[in-house]
């Protein structure tokens, strides 16, 4: 029998951790299978009186923990919209090493959640809902929207926001100006394919015209460090508005609280044998 897990890359903040929990629930209601949620690091940090009474799992021990007790044919859904090293690099050496103390075990891994160069449409159906219903809810019309991830060392991985960003383009039409923007980036050219930084891109749409309001698209999967109330971005917003009296900065809810996401979720397990499968050994 297979086991399961859905895999985020973690966080230091309860939030994130709870919403993964969330996800895999819905999407084993979905499935009538159980979606065990481990993230690869971190989110074992958080104190357990923070996440309900039970501390949260990271992979390697959680491999360790089923292996321990028979489980040898897993099955990995990540949380990832691109190609992350946490995936190609981390998963699979992690892997290795826990086969080399306990044994052989297949590990079946889904394609990340905007696989390129198809894509991954249902994601671009998500973000055109949020930033609809946020103008909606705002009584905007929106004609200035900035669709920011967190920024990546890998090129891959910036692609996917790019072919986001194009699908989102078309359906928002001409009238609407788009740009794109990461909340961090490594300096220098060698990562001039990220695009601009966020604050810096809200400083000049601010001073180029403060009474039009601009609306984040905002690329991220659940509230923590980064996205969500008191994260980075939160704060970069703060900062642009109070330096430029009048401008607004409105923001769309994460891809993670959208009821989509659990459908594509629910809908890659029906594609389990197209999934590579690292078969893990102990020589």
Known sequence: M??????DNGSKRPE??????RLAEEVSARLGETLH????????????????GRSAETFAPALRRLIAQGCRDLVLVPLFFGPSRALTQYVPETAAEVAAELGRFELQIAPELCPLPAGEPRLADILID???QTALANALKAQRVVLVDHGSPIPQVTAVRRWLAEQLGQRLGSGVALEQAVMERR????YDFNGPLLEDLLIALAEADARTPVLLSMLFLSAGRHAGAGGDIADICERVMAAHPGFRI???????DHPGLVEI??????????WSTLSLTDT
């Open 2 to 7: 297979r086991t399961l897990l859905l895999v």
């Open 16 to 21: 994130s951790t709870l919403n993964l929990r």
């Open 37 to 52: 949620p481990i993230s690869l690091l971190h989110s074992d940090q958080i104190p357990s009186d923070r996440l309900e």
């Open 130 to 132: 949020q930033v609809q």
């Open 187 to 190: 300096p220098g050219p060698d």
């Open 250 to 256: 409105l923001t769309s809810p994460l891809v993670g």
């Open 265 to 274: 979720l629910a809908a890659r397990m029906a594609e389990a044998r197209r």
